[in-house]
């Protein structure tokens, strides 16, 4: 079924705020991984939960529009987080996984500027 060219001309709109939102998304997962210092944590600290949560939106939704490379590394670094507790994760694994994930998402920020 082909949408209509109304209906084409919506989703192109959604998917460029989505892109255009991206700065956003970033800002916020750098700022829980500013605070990442698992040697001074004590429990699971109220950023990683913060953190987990801007990465499984990211990793539910950029496939959607479009952004596949953005939501497979989100999916990684999400089926991490849920497979290890805080405590029992790689801090530095985590935060590789997550440098990826910046990379992408700053991939994704350049392709809208060109």
């Not at 953005?70 to 670094?77: E, F, N, T």
Request: some cysteine.
């Amino acid at each position: 079924m082909m949408l209509s060219e109304r209906a084409q001309k919506l989703i192109a709109q959604q998917r460029a705020r989505y892109i255009e939102s991206m700065p956003v998304k970033k800002q916020a997962i750098m700022r829980c991984i500013a605070e990442f210092n698992p040697s001074t944590q004590d429990g699971k600290p109220e950023w990683y939960d913060d953190l987990f949560q801007q990465v499984h939106r990211l990793a539910g939704s950029a496939g959607s529009f479009g952004l596949d490379s953005l939501g497979r590394a989100a999916s990684v670094v999400d089926r991490h987080m849920s497979t290890r507790s805080f405590e029992s994760g790689d801090p530095a694994e985590l935060l590789s996984l997550l440098q990826k994930l910046i990379a992408e998402i700053d991939e994704v920020i350049r392709s809208q500027t060109t």
